[in-house]
């Protein structure tokens, strides 16, 4: 599977605040919690573009529907214009 992001970009160290007895049951369970922590955000990151996607899809299909509604039928808005 290809990933979402930079495999060869740089690594940095930062600062994470998490439950101490999570990780000693990681750490018991595996030597590189770091990795573990890469792949979880990792399918974060592209389950989010996936959902965001979708919801873009959502709202430009709906945008579609009311042009075509508001091209077919006018505006709603026109009836009641003073103008």
Do not use: C, H
């Amino acid at each position: 599977m290809k990933a979402d992001f930079d495999t060869s970009a740089r690594k940095r160290p930062v600062n994470l605040t998490l439950n101490e007895d999570l990780v000693s049951q990681v750490k018991s369970m595996t030597g590189n919690l770091s990795s573990v922590v890469e792949s979880l955000l990792a399918e974060f990151v592209s389950r989010e573009k996936r959902e965001r996607l979708q919801k873009s899809k959502t709202v430009e299909a709906a945008v579609a529907a009311w042009n075509k509604f508001n091209s077919g039928s006018g505006s709603i808005a026109d009836e009641y214009s003073p103008l």
